[in-house]
């Protein structure tokens, strides 16, 4: 006699700390950004004291984006990706800017229109795991702080380089582990100053505390960069940043 469907076998993902069904993660994670995205880039600078600008400017340094590239910026949020690669190409670039998230997308493009940014610069609302662009689109792929809230990051990797061109370059830059010096300041200023930040600047203590534990949840450097591998990238290397609160990681579809 065949057995009834457990419920415990069905597929889950975290959100935060908590475990939750796989095909309700995009949604909470969908509320969260919806919540923070008036407040998002303000939140970024308090929460960073700056920095992430510098870590950006160097992701898009390390990327070298060239006029005329078709440049795909993926959960490209309020904007920050896309204005640089714009920036460092003289507006050359074919920019496509996709996010899951509408509200961030509105964000992103008020915000660029406000800077005088017009041109070169396309918007799409997508998920990463099922890209709406045909095979072989993109000369580079990037993702900035998004690639932990996905659900199923395995198949967002492969379909990032299945939209990627033969010799495409993928470029991710995401939190990471802390050095042990530093690990229980982080601890301290991500669990108990970050809510409490996001409660006054923002009125959401609670997506702020997702946020700081979705950061560990995610893989170290090392077994992510085996992702990026395992999903059919080549030459894979990954370099830390600010004593490892951040990582850039990248990869070239061959």
């Known amino acids: ?17 908590r475990e939750v069904p796989a095909e309700q993660k995009a949604s909470l994670v969908g509320e969260v950004f919806t ?14 004291g700056g920095i992430h600008r510098l870590w950006k400017d160097r992701f898009v340094s390390e990327l070298r984006p060239r006029s005329g590239e078709a440049i795909l910026d993926l959960a490209g949020g ?20 996709c996010d899951i998230n509408a509200a961030m997308v509105e964000a992103g493009r008020d915000r ?10 396309s918007w799409s609302v997508g998920d990463a795991e099922t890209l709406p662009f045909a095979d072989h689109t993109f000369d580079a792929a990037t993702i900035a702080f998004g690639i932990r809230n996905v659900t199923r990051i395995p198949k967002a990797l492969r379909d990032i380089r299945r939209v990627l ?26 669990f108990q100053v970050l809510p409490r930040l996001g409660q006054a600047v923002a009125g959401d203590a609670e997506s702020y505390r997702y946020l700081a534990e979705s950061i560990r949840r995610f893989p170290d450097r090392e077994t992510f960069a085996a992702m990026i591998a395992e999903a059919g990238f080549r030459q894979v290397r990954h370099e830390a940043l600010t004593f490892g609160v951040a990582a850039i990681h990248r990869g070239w579809r061959i």
């Open 112 to 121: 660029l229109i406000d800077r005088g940014v017009l041109q070169g610069i």
């Open 35 to 48: 919540s923070v995205a008036g407040k998002y880039d303000l939140m970024n600078d308090l929460m960073s």
């Open 78 to 97: 309020t904007g920050d990706i896309a204005h640089r690669i714009s920036r460092a190409t003289g507006g050359g670039a074919r920019i496509t800017l």
């Open 1 to 17: 006699m065949s057995q009834p469907p457990e419920d415990d076998a069905r597929e889950s993902a975290s959100f935060g700390f």
């Open 165 to 190: 061109k033969p010799g495409g370059r993928f470029f991710c830059l995401e939190f990471s582990n802390v050095d042990p010096a530093v690990e229980a300041a982080y601890d301290v200023f991500s």
